[in-house]
């Protein structure tokens, strides 16, 4: 906190670093600061009227005083009101002062729940003042979240300071407010820190209160209001049109042995016309597993290529397996075209690395396929004019920040087969464009899902050996541990061992995220040449995996595994044309939600469908994977109890922006501070994001923006 703001709050630092701890950094933020829960002590209540089990404050003088020393030591005091009530206040640590305050013949007052005692109504610690000292409060006194050391009195006094400090000018039109019957913010602040007693509590903390709808409606608009400007501001950015002649993506199209889907077709429209503007593009591809995102990929890399400019185009992977795959694919497609790929991992050998280096620095290679070394700062490209990324979410911070800088400037086209719903399409990614691929391939056999309990194991063997004695191939997947790699590996090793002792005749391999990536590599290609009948498997082949020949695949402690990552899973198996099955084994006990949620993947497999379930039951902020690492975006709207004022702001901001300038800017100001713009970079970090980067994983309160290292580092950055 700065000292002049200390100053003018009359804080010691000593309260200022305590504040910093609450992520309280400015005066904007104490006003933010909302209470947790209220205390009324407006009023007196008649101890013979006070109910059991309820907070009431009471008034009386203390009638006896005395310290028990059974069943352990505890100060009781009972105090008679002036209707004759009586009552116990007991407490089981206190100090020689409160013997004093409680002494026989002192008059207090105590706040505290009322409790049916052994000896009649008692209160057990209560917070007891001296009626001469304190008159009754006018308002009902706020219970604000704090951290140690950091006393309510203070946070009280330094949240007042603030209110009068801040300059809380209405800024929203009146026709606004009036329209959406919203009070002003002033008004909505001071009724939350400080309301009257004529409000009752559960009306207070219900959201539908008009001052908590100002407050979500406010944030939810300078949300939208970030969103469009950085949406304009890439629009408004100038940068060479990539205009393909055909020659290529023609060439390419009818040398497939397949014909584009409609969808497909779609899509690459879709993107081929944004490539030919003269701004930045920055699409979406959305795709369920095994919809054909990668053919649509490697047409938008042609257009870059077949314009008269020059432009390379870059293609990234989150991991070298899948990589490497689309090396190999690209390779194939391309080759007969004439056009050479570049290959660039961080397990190349030095000498490879090189010359792919050296061949993306002049220009010689057009194209460039790998993971995240493609970015790293010892690559320069010759002409970039276009980057694909596959399953971007699962990129962390560092990768993001290389492309920023490496990508800034070029058209963006991401790819995922993770759907956003369509909340969270119309709010955190307002500023993407999004295509989405609808439909999957002709000829696909349904992938038949069951549900096996997990004492029937062997049962599930003897179906992997006929599956295999039939040609084909199954995928194995290990239980997932979270606590700890090296158990993950050991469960296994041991999978592998019992597979290969139940099923001689088969051969087993094992692919786990310890191995070094040219040995992960190895046995991946092992198992696409078929060599392999079985691929034991930590989630590592998650992703993006493209063996046609694989039918089977098994996936042990189902329960324990995502839907999202479920359904990635199950996708890998149907995409040859014999009958695929996927096995998912559980253990007992199901908790309710680990039924639910296995019931959602038997009886799906359209992937949004899914998603729409998941959603349903995580909620939005679990989706995004963001409630874990605290990292919640918004503090007081909630994407799905408040679509309508969701949808109030979404129709305001154009307007404002279009007529009202001054307001957008000052609302921007108030709400977002010196992190302006960082939540149009946000989405980056969490696009479809199942996954966070460790530096935002920190602990943090639940609905706490959090400004410390983890946004820096996404705040820069700019897909
Ligand atoms: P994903 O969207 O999951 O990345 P892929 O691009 O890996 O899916 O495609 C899955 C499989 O479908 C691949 O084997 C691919 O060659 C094949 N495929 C893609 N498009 C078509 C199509 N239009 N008709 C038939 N097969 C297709
Ligand atoms: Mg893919």
Not at 147 to 154: D, K, V
Not at 319 to 334: N, P, V
Not at 558 to 587: D, I, K, N, P, Y
Not at 618 to 643: I, K, P, W
Request: overall charge neutral.
């Amino acid at each position: 906190m700065l000292p002049n703001l200390c100053q003018a709050l009359k804080l010691t630092d000593a309260t200022a670093q305590k504040l910093e701890k609450l992520h309280i950094h400015t005066a904007w933020d104490l006003a933010l600061h909302l209470p947790l829960r209220y205390e009324d002590e407006t009023h007196i209540t008649p101890i013979a009227a006070a109910p059991i089990g309820e907070t009431c404050q009471v008034e009386g003088e203390v009638v006896l005083q005395e310290v028990q020393f059974k069943p352990r030591k505890q100060l009781i005091a009972r105090i008679r009101d002036n209707a004759g009530g009586l009552l116990n206040l007991r407490f089981i640590h206190f100090y020689p002062s409160q013997q004093q305050q409680l002494a026989k013949g002192q008059r207090v007052r105590a706040l505290g729940e009322i409790k049916q005692g052994y000896y009649g109504a008692e209160m057990i610690h209560p917070k007891i003042k001296s009626p001469e000292k304190s008159e009754l409060a006018q308002t009902l006194t706020p219970v604000y979240p704090t951290t140690n050391g950091l006393t309510q009195p203070t946070l009280r006094k330094a949240i007042a300071a603030a209110l009068q400090h801040l300059d809380l000018r209405e800024i929203l039109p009146e026709s606004v407010l009036r329209q959406y019957n919203l009070p002003t913010l002033a008004d909505s602040l001071r009724l939350l820190h400080n309301p009257p007693p004529s409000i009752n509590l559960a009306q207070i903390s219900n959201g539908a209160l008009p001052a908590w709808q100002r407050l979500k409606f406010d944030e939810l608009l300078a949300q939208q209001l970030s969103m469009r400007l950085a949406k304009q501001k890439r629009r408004s950015g100038s940068l060479k049109p990539l205009i393909g002649n055909g020659s290529l993506t023609d060439a390419l199209i009818a040398q497939l042995p397949f014909g584009l889907t409609r969808a497909q077709q779609r899509v690459f429209n879709e993107i081929r016309a944004d490539l030919a503007q003269p701004h930045p593009m920055h699409r979406l591809l959305q795709g369920d597993v095994g919809s054909g995102k990668t053919i649509v990929a490697a047409l938008a890399a042609l257009v870059a290529l077949e314009d008269a400019g020059g432009f390379q185009a870059a293609v990234m992977a989150p991991t070298e397996i899948l990589a490497e795959q689309h090396y190999i694919k690209f390779k194939q497609w391309l080759e007969p075209l004439g056009i050479s790929v570049a290959w660039l991992s961080g397990s190349l050998k030095k000498r490879d690395k090189d010359q792919a280096r050296a061949a993306i620095a002049d220009g010689r290679i057009r194209l460039a396929i790998g993971t995240h070394a493609l970015f790293q700062d010892d690559v320069a490209f010759h002409n970039l004019g276009l980057v694909i990324v596959d399953e971007q979410h699962r990129f962390g911070v560092a990768q993001r920040l290389a492309l920023k800088n490496k990508g800034q400037d070029v058209h963006q086209l991401m790819m995922s087969a993770t759907p956003i719903p369509r909340t969270l399409a119309m709010s955190f990614f307002a500023d993407l464009d999004v295509s989405t691929i609808d439909e999957l391939p002709p000829n696909r056999t349904p992938i038949k899902t069951k549900l096996v309990n997990n004492v029937r194991r062997a049962e599930v063997e003897g179906f992997v050996l006929n599956t295999c004695q039939k040609g084909q191939q199954a995928y194995w997947v290990c239980p997932l541990i979270e606590e700890s790699d090296s158990l993950q590996l050991k469960a296994a090793t041991e999978t592998l061992a019992e597979l290969q002792a139940a099923l001689p005749q088969l051969n087993i391999g094992l692919v786990h995220g310890r191995m070094k990536p040219a040995e992960k590599a190895e046995i991946m290609a092992q198992f696409v040449a078929g060599s392999l009948n079985v691929l034991v498997a930590t989630t590592v082949i998650e992703v993006g995996v493209d063996v046609p020949n694989a039918s089977l695949m098994v996936i042990e402690h189902a329960e324990r595994m995502g839907l999202a990552q479920l359904h990635q899973l199950r996708g890998r198996v149907g995409r040859g044309a014999a009958a695929s099955t996927c096995v998912l084994l559980f253990a007992e006990p199901l908790g309710q939600v680990g039924k639910q949620r296995l019931k959602v993947i038997y009886e799906n497999t359209d992937g949004f469908e899914i998603a729409r379930q998941d959603l349903e039951i995580r909620g939005a902020g679990d989706f995004l994977g963001v409630r874990q690492s605290g990292a919640m975006m918004l503090r007081f709207a909630n994407l799905e109890q408040d679509l309508e004022l969701l949808e109030h702001a979404r129709q305001l901001a154009p307007l404002l922006i279009e007529q009202q300038p001054e307001i957008v800017q000052a609302h921007l100001e108030r709400w977002l501070g010196s992190r302006e713009g960082f939540m149009a970079a946000w989405f980056s970090g969490c696009l479809s994001g199942m996954k966070q980067p460790e530096t935002v994983a920190k602990p943090c309160r639940a609905g706490m923006i959090k400004r410390e290292l983890g946004w820096h580092g996404i705040h820069a950055l700019r897909f």
